[in-house]
């Protein structure tokens, strides 16, 4: 099934799941073990669904979509209209199996590029936005000896060292992810807008978990750094504060055995 056939219904579904206020992942997944597919659990009375989940949010999946989730669903299906763009649930065969050892890996995920890039060895980079010329050119000569090898490199598309990580894995056939904290929809920091469409055309990817149109906001780039981490072998740390979303990146690799 490609993107562009894939049943509305169906993306409907996995939208109200993952991008309903009020429902948390935790609550996606516990209705997806207890019901099966989106639109199975959304087909579920009230007295059903309030068996696994609080009352609050068995009443607003019980409930029609309101007008902000009907435009994210009509926004998103023109999205995936385009041959580039694609979204890839934990119901897909390819799903990237490495997500699976997080303790709560996304329900899905939208990718603007090739989910293909997300299937084979990859490693992790990331480091400091305010990295040194010396850190930066390093980071670029690892990226590119791991793309030249046969590594995918991973990093979060920000400034600094992720960058310099992307930039160096575009001059080998390995490529790159970019892992990013607003929707696939948005390029954050906005003076990447260059780099991402390099990626894009070079074979890559850039993934994101959230919502198309959701902004950067602090609290989502901890959460696209494990996705950084469970998508690699391992993560390469160049230039961190010792207080620093590197080094949880780093940490999370670790507790999942990368």
């Known amino acids: 099934m490609t993107d562009s056939t894939r049943d509305p219904a169906e993306v409907a579904a996995w939208l109200r799941l993952t991008a309903t206020p009020g429902v948390s992942a935790l609550a996606g997944r516990r209705l997806l073990a207890k019901f099966g597919l989106p639109q199975t659990v959304l087909a579920q009375n009230l007295a059903s669904l309030r068996e696994v989940v609080d009352a609050k949010v068995a009443c607003v999946l019980n409930a029609p979509p309101d007008a902000a989730m009907s435009a994210l669903i009509d926004c998103t299906l023109a999205w995936l209209a385009d041959a580039r763009h694609a979204m890839v649930t934990m119901a897909d065969a390819g799903y990237p199996v490495g997500l ?3 303790a709560d890996p996304p329900l899905l995920l939208y990718i603007n590029g090739d989910p293909n890039r997300l299937a084979g060895p990859a490693l992790g980079m990331v480091g400091a936005r305010k990295a040194t010329t010396q850190g930066a050119r390093d980071a670029q000569a690892f990226a590119s000896a791991f793309s030249n090898a046969g590594w995918t490199v991973v990093s979060g598309l920000a400034l600094g060292i992720d960058a310099a990580a992307h930039a160096g894995a575009l001059e080998g056939p390995g490529g790159t992810v970019a892992v990013i904290g607003t929707g696939a929809d948005i390029v954050y920091p906005g003076r990447h807008h260059a780099l991402a469409h390099r990626i894009v055309d070079a074979g890559g990817a850039i993934v994101s978990e959230f919502a ?38 780093a940490r999370l690799a670790s507790e999942i055995g990368r």
């Open 100 to 102: 699976l050892d997080l």
């Open 212 to 249: 198309l149109g959701t902004p950067g906001l602090p609290n989502h780039f901890p959460r696209r750094n494990r996705i950084i981490a469970a998508l690699s072998r391992g993560v390469l740390v160049v230039e961190a504060a010792e207080r620093s979303g590197s080094l949880i990146t």
